[in-house]
């Protein structure tokens, strides 16, 4: 049992991000005082929406420089606050060029750092880590002889060549319950969504959830689309099961944050059903044979198409529902609603 105090600052990790900028809205709505770390509080784009908030809520957002590769760098912003919501590390789908440096390092060193800083901050009690379902899994494949992959389950299967920002958020996490038991001053809830989709208050996010609704407008998928089906989570039920793992007294362990599993193919149907047809809405699913001749083309490997594609993908998201009270939306409400937001913000034309 951790009983946070709701007066004291909460600080926010990568607060700029695609999920934190949700994180921080509630939190402000919620009546918190949140302190959000972002890399460069200067830089003239991609923070409009914290600036906006900070002045609707006077005096309950304040932005901190915070480096994940330095060691100490969120020390200072955390001083008096009894939550941390750790998200910053990058979400990079498809060919990185260096994941070493671009992925491994800044997940597994910034989860150090911000961990040091909170094993000297003495006020933290609880730390919310957002991990990942790629945390839970490797490949696909493994779900053959299982109903749903569930909290119990752990990736052992991605390496630093294979499934590489899988195996970023893994030795993250791992890192951070090796940490978190050294010591009984604070406890470890960690977060485990699928792909987040829905409306961003960013409009320069490079996460993942906006590479993959890129392909509905790049005709990536006009040839058929992969026959790959994806966990998918609302961004704004992702932001309310961090807030509630914070400040549940019982909440402990992990979560898996996940609505339902669709098929690249039932996403396009989603988008075809509201917007009407477009060329790069995809129509059909391609064999598998031709998205793996094609797979270096797309930025992904023919190991990982053979593992990946062709299986059903099922996560069990009762202790999610249950312990923190989250009535998950429809994947396909998501969907439309990034979709929208994306012509809103005039990425797409309408
Ligand atoms: P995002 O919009 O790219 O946010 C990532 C955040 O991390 C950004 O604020 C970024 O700061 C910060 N960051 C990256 N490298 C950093 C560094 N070296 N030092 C300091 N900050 C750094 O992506 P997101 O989708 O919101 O992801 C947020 C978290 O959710 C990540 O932990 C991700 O693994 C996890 N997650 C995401 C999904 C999904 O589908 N989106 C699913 C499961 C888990 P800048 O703004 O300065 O780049």
């Given at each position: 049992m951790t009983n946070i105090d709701p007066t004291a600052p909460v600080l926010v990790t990568g607060g700029s991000g695609y999920v934190a900028s949700w994180v921080v809205r509630y939190l402000l709505e919620d009546g918190k005082t949140v302190r959000a770390t972002v890399r460069d509080p200067k830089k003239k784009s991609g923070l409009e929406h914290l600036h906006a908030l900070a002045e609707e809520h006077a005096g309950r957002l304040t932005l901190h420089r915070a480096e994940l590769l330095e060691p100490g760098s969120f020390t200072d912003a955390m001083a008096g606050c009894e939550l941390v919501i750790h998200t910053a590390s990058p979400f990079l789908l498809g060919k990185v060029k260096n994941p070493q440096k671009q992925l491994i390092a800044p997940a597994l060193e910034g989860t150090r750092n911000v961990l040091a800083s909170v094993n000297e901050v003495?006020?933290?009690?609880r730390v919310v880590l957002t991990s990942s379902v790629v945390a839970i899994y490797g490949d696909t494949i493994e779900m053959v002889g299982k109903d749903a992959f569930t909290e119990d389950d752990w990736n052992t299967t991605s390496t630093p060549t294979h499934q590489e920002y899988s195996y970023s958020k893994t030795v993250a996490e791992r890192e951070a319950w090796d940490i978190q038991a050294d010591q009984d001053r604070w406890d470890l809830v960690t977060i485990h969504p699928g792909l987040v989709l829905g409306p961003a208050l960013t409009t320069v996010s490079k996460s993942g959830s906006m590479a993959t609704m890129n392909h509905f407008t790049d005709f990536?998928?006009?040839?058929g689309a992969p026959a790959m089906e994806l966990g998918v989570v609302d961004v704004r039920d992702v932001a309310r099961a961090h807030i509630a793992a914070g400040y549940t007294p019982e909440a402990h362990g992990r979560y898996i944050t996940n609505a339902e599993s669709m098929s690249m193919l039932q996403i396009g149907h989603a988008l075809r059903e509201k917007f009407g047809y477009r060329p790069s809405f995809p129509l059909f699913e391609a064999p598998k044979l031709l998205i793996k001749l094609g797979a270096p083309v797309a930025g992904l490997t023919r190991k990982y198409v053979e593992l990946n594609v062709g299986y059903p993908l099922r996560f069990d998201n009762s202790r999610t529902v249950r312990e923190l009270g989250i009535n998950f939306r429809p994947g396909a409400e998501s969907v439309v609603e990034h979709f929208q937001q994306m012509i809103d913000d005039g990425m797409v034309r309408g």
């Open positions: 003495g006020s933290v009690k990536s998928l006009a040839g």
